[in-house]
Antibody, heavy 120, light 107 residues
Framework: EVQLVESGGDFVKPGGSLRLSCAAS????????MSWVRQAPGKGLQWVGR??????????DYATPVKGRLTISRDDSKNMVYLQMSSLKTEDTAMYYC???????????WGQGTLVTVSS | DIQMTQSPSSVSASVGDRVTITCRAS??????LAWFQQKPGKAPKLLIF???SLQSGVPSRFSGSGSGTDFTLTINNLQPEDFATYYC?????????FGQGTTLEIK
């Protein structure tokens, strides 16, 4: 059974930093592209970024609103993906979901989410 | 970025009804489209991929159609557990983009 478990969400002040983690199991993690999607309170879904598998280059791509402030990385030895967030803004307040297609282009698997609140 | 526009934004229906939600892409995306269901406090759940393929475990009352720029999600014989918010998402071009969501409410 595929499982994605996010952690690290917290209450932070504007300008602060935070690292979110996603622990993956139940599929061949090293081959999977991993993405983060966020959802502001009462709003829709917004794709944040992704990291490709090492065999596909291992590079990360980001949505324009977060480029330069968020960094996605992966540790295939631990089946973990991370979202390092810096220079946080109030508009970054959201539930952050880890998601993957586990070999598919479609996001079949989602974690339960971790909440980030940015407020003074 | 490709813009995805859903209509309606919300719809009221009764158990047993048939409901159709539409999604329009700002440019052609072939059949690179997914539909998700999200219930309050829960993560999104993939229902349909490749515009019309039913994800494993999803009831057959859900169906998807369309290609190019216009897509539909149809739910036949609405059940109480179907009242939720539905999102379309294109997987054709980077970055992936979602529609704004359609909330299905009980009449």
């Amino acid at each position: 059974e595929v499982q994605l478990v996010e952690s690290g969400g917290d209450f932070v002040k504007p300008g602060g930093s935070l690292r979110l983690s996603c622990a993956a199991s139940g599929f061949t993690f090293a081959n999977a592209w991993m993405s983060w999607v966020r959802q502001a309170p009462g709003k829709g879904l917004q794709w944040v970024g992704r990291v490709k598998s090492k065999v596909d280059g291992g590079t990360a791509d980001y949505a324009t609103p977060v480029k330069g402030r968020l960094t996605i990385s992966r540790d295939d030895s631990k089946n973990m993906v991370y979202l390092q967030m810096s220079s946080l803004k109030t508009e970054d307040t959201a539930m952050y979901y880890c998601t993957t297609g586990a070999g598919s282009a479609y996001k079949r698997h989602w974690g339960q989410g971790t909440l980030v609140t940015v407020s003074s | 970025d490709i813009q995805m526009t859903q209509s309606p934004s919300s719809v009221s229906a009764s158990v047993g009804d048939r409901v159709t939600i539409t999604c329009r892409a700002s440019q052609g995306i072939s059949v690179w489209l997914a539909w998700f269901q999200q219930k309050p406090g829960k993560a999104p759940k993939l229902l349909i991929f490749a515009a019309s393929s039913l994800q494993s475990g999803v009831p057959s009352r859900f169906s998807g159609s369309g290609s190019g720029t216009d897509f539909t999600l149809t739910i036949n014989n609405l059940q109480p557990e179907d009242f939720a918010t539905y999102y379309c998402q294109q997987a054709h071009s980077f970055p992936p983009t979602f529609g704004q969501g359609t909330t299905l409410e009980i009449k």
